[in-house]
């Protein structure tokens, strides 16, 4: 490889002593002879031999493969050297403590509850393998350390950089790690716990503005938080959803501040027009409140749609509404009356009385294992409308019916499809 | 007056009168009268003091004798309680001043407001813009002040289209030396937030008030506008940034709280800007017309605000790296930074309005 002055560069890689190769790179790649990596070094991590000790014992009692067994080793080391030099170059500053294989033991030791269980089984099961293979080497030890070192300081800092201050918002105050640090929680609910099967992925657009229309159910908003999740999880660029809420969450500890550092927004006109003009995939629920609160009685059937606010932000900013049906959120709780006088007393939007709510106190909170479709239909597009059609109510309210009519007909269809409600 | 034009700034003795009065002070084209029942102190040569309160009924002759163009009117008293005397000043002075610039033809105000009076609340869109309602506590005396004067202006402007009246609204004011609700909020080590609660903060450094008021003196716009920093931040982050740890307290006690001490000391005001909900939620104010009609830009962005505050504070624990040198270097590297974005501005705005930038 050459640098911009056209001279040879050297090579990336480290030596066995842990110092900068001083050999020239060979041309067309970041090596030297010694240190080019094989054409399958980005998979050798997973090569069968190095996963499962007694194959690799095998092999190596086989005479025949010593010199194979070699070759994978260096080019281990060669994989291990690119991982490091990656690493360095995102933090030129960072120096690991001096090296020793017991001071290595002795930190995974301490540190084997602070990873995640799966990082910390594959790294020692990983250093199992490599002991039981018999290939102990100070290079790869070091190497080793280096990550290892690396990933606890970066872990450590999220800690410390929450009390400095050191991350970002953006101007709706989404933070990206309290996403990252709540989304396996939704992802159990997702796939384990509601096994949701979503379809229409296609429909939403790979980037660019676009409005999301659903039906609202189930007494707490999980129907918003399963769409969110499914569209980041599934779609192909992994949109983040920007759903409007209702403006009684604000006033609710916690939920108020999740929902604004998962980058939602409260249901306003001016919101959800901002965004769109953002270029953001918002979702809206226009049932609102009276969607949420239904009886088990009435499920599935829509609401009245607010007053078509969610036409008018379509219409101004020219954004295709794509209309969602969310089945299975109905019957995770089976509310059968509800309670205005507690629910005034209280402060709250409405109060439900249900099989386990309120007799069963925080167990009442617990939903059902229903089995969850998510239908996205096909996008309406705004194309024909101008933005100042925006003002004309006969059109805002017959888009509006037109819409809730297309969710009705989405629900049913798949309400007819559905032969259990815990099975599907 | 030799063709200079004549400004009057009330309020002279107070820090955003003294300030604005320096900065014009500074430009040969105005002849700067002060108002105030004191002078300012030292280093105002030039500055042709008058020693009165602003509800003296001489004050159309005032205007009138002296041919005052523009008046500033800056002298509103901040503070946190009901307060009968304040509210006269404040509320029934500023109808006073404003009715005696009617009546003697001055011909623009420039007034200095807060966002605080549209108010925090659930039901706030994310950004407020001008035409937002007025929706400010009724229980903090500035505020409630703000609101009633903003009440007066929508009929002064029906009433009297031909004065060029301007309502600058700022957010929480934040700086070395500026006394305000919100650097008395981090004035302590530990500042109190409501658990579960971290709303949108915005701010705007002392020093683009001043410059922005200046601004609005020397061009001529006409209206209400919100004039805040570049950038918004979650309060928690805000009171990282500053250096200083946060405290969670339930909102309940903290409502019963503050009704229990409002109104006794400055316990009562430097518990929270300006009242519970303005640390529940969030009263984010839109800066498109500050942009699009007024052309302005802070100087300071809201990380860079915060940044020069903190290093002036006392040095954080918890953060190692915060060192005395460490904060030092990043408020110079701030400084370059902000001196770079102004020379890049100044080459590309016109000719005109040049004067205004190189104030400092």
């Given at each position: 490889m050459r640098n911009e002055a056209g001279e040879r560069i050297r090579c990336f890689a480290l030596t066995k002593a842990g110092t900068q190769c001083k050999n020239f790179s060979l041309?067309?790649?970041?090596?030297?002879r010694v240190h080019?990596?094989?054409?399958?070094g980005d998979d050798i991590l997973e090569a069968e031999g190095f996963e499962t000790p007694e194959d690799a014992a095998g092999a190596v009692e086989d005479s025949m493969d010593e010199t194979a067994e070699q070759d994978l080793r260096r080019q281990l080391l060669a994989e291990l050297d690119r991982l490091i030099e990656r690493v360095q170059a995102m933090t030129p500053g960072y120096t690991p403590p001096p090296f020793s294989p017991r001071r290595l033991l002795k930190l995974i030791a301490e540190n084997v509850e602070n990873i995640t269980p799966e990082i910390g089984l594959g790294i020692l099961e990983k250093l199992r393998s490599t002991i039981g293979e018999d290939i102990f080497d100070v290079d790869t030890w070091k190497g080793i350390w280096y990550m290892l070192n690396y990933t606890l300081e970066y872990q450590g800092d999220i800690l410390r950089r929450r009390f400095t201050g050191e991350y970002e918002t953006d101007?709706?105050?989404?933070d990206m790690e309290v996403v990252d640090a709540i989304k396996p929680f939704f992802d159990f609910m997702y796939y384990?716990?509601?096994?949701v099967e979503t379809t229409g992925?296609?429909?939403?657009?790979?980037?660019g503005r676009a409005l999301l229309v659903a039906n609202h159910s189930g007494q707490l908003p999980w129907d918003g938080s399963m769409l969110g999740t499914a569209v980041y999880n599934e779609h192909p660029t992994q949109r983040l959803v920007r759903t409007l809420y209702a403006?009684?969450?604000?006033?609710v500890p916690f939920i108020s501040s999740l929902l604004t550092k998962t980058g939602q927004a409260l249901a306003s006109e001016d919101n959800g027009t901002r965004l769109l003009e953002q270029e953001q995939l918002v979702a809206v629920f226009p049932e609102g409140i009276k969607g949420v609160g239904k009886l088990y009685k009435d499920?599935?059937?829509?609401?009245r749609f607010g007053r078509g606010g969610f036409i008018r932000m379509a219409l101004t900013t020219g954004a295709p509404i794509l209309p969602v049906s969310i089945v299975?959120?109905?019957?995770t709780y089976i509310s059968l009356a509800k309670s205005p006088l507690i629910a005034n007393l209280l402060g709250l939007p409405f109060f439900p009385i249900s099989l386990t709510w309120p007799w069963m106190g925080p167990l009442g909170?617990?939903?059902?294992?229903t089995k969850w479709y998510i239908d996205i239909g096909e996008p309406i597009q705004?194309?024909?409308?101008?933005?100042?059609?925006?003002?004309?109510v006969v059109l805002t309210t017959q888009l509006s019916d037109q819409v809730r009519n297309i969710i009705q007909d989405m629900i049913f269809l798949r309400l007819a499809q559905r032969k259990s409600v815990l099975f599907g | 007056m030799s063709g200079k034009r004549v400004v009057l700034v009330t309020g002279v003795a107070n820090q955003w009168g003294s300030r604005v009065a320096a900065s014009l002070l500074a430009d040969p084209k105005y002849h700067v009268i002060g108002l105030d029942t004191r002078p300012p102190g030292?280093?105002?040569?030039?500055l042709d003091m008058i020693e009165a309160d602003?509800?003296?009924?001489?004050l159309v002759e005032l205007f009138q004798s002296e041919s005052v163009h523009t008046v500033c009117h800056l002298k509103i008293i901040e503070q946190p309680h009901l307060s009968e005397s304040a509210f006269d000043l404040n509320v029934m002075g500023t109808m006073k001043v404003f009715g005696a610039c009617v009546q003697a033809g001055v011909s623009k105000i420039v007034f200095k407001s807060s966002t605080a009076v549209y108010g925090a609340g659930p039901?706030?869109?994310?950004f407020l813009d001008e035409?937002?309602?007025?929706?400010?506590?009724?229980?903090n005396g500035y505020t409630r002040d703000l609101v009633e004067i903003q009440a007066f202006c929508n009929g002064f402007r029906r009433q009297n289209p031909q004065v060029n009246l301007t309502i600058l609204r700022f957010p929480n004011i934040i700086g070395p030396t500026a006394s305000t609700p919100m650097t008395r909020y981090l004035s302590e080590r530990m500042v109190p937030v409501l658990l579960g609660f971290d709303p949108i903060m915005q701010l705007i450094h002392e020093e683009d008030v001043i410059q922005s008021l200046v601004y609005c003196i020397k061009n001529d716009y006409d209206g209400d506008f919100n004039i805040a920093a570049d950038g918004v931040t979650p309060l928690r982050k805000l009171i990282a940034l500053a250096g200083k740890y946060p405290i969670p307290v339930l909102h309940w006690f903290a409502y019963w709280g503050s009704s229990l001490f409002s109104?006794?000391?400055?316990g009562g005001g430097s518990?929270?800007?300006?009242?519970v909900d303005y640390i529940r939620y969030p009263w984010v104010a839109d800066t498109t017309r500050m942009r699009k009609i007024m052309g302005y830009v802070p100087e300071y962005t809201c990380e860079e605000a915060l940044r020069e505050f903190a290093s002036r504070q006392r040095v954080s624990q918890?953060?190692?790296?915060?060192?005395r040198m460490a904060l030092d270097e990043e408020r110079l590297r701030d400084t370059l930074e902000r001196r770079r974005r102004s020379r890049e501005r100044n080459s590309t705005i016109p000719e005109g309005q040049m004067e205004v930038i190189d104030e400092e």
């Open positions: 041309e067309g790649s970041e090596f030297c080019q990596p094989s054409d399958e101007e709706w105050g989404l384990k716990y509601w096994r992925f296609e429909n939403i657009p790979e980037e403006d009684w969450f604000p006033t499920r599935y059937k829509l609401a299975g959120a109905e019957e909170f617990v939903p059902l294992p705004m194309d024909s409308y101008s933005p100042d059609d925006a003002s004309n | 030292v280093g105002f040569e030039g602003i509800r003296n009924p001489l039901r706030n869109s994310a035409q937002s309602p007025m929706m400010g506590s009724r229980k109104g006794v000391g400055e518990l929270n800007p300006y009242d918890i953060n190692p790296d915060s060192t």
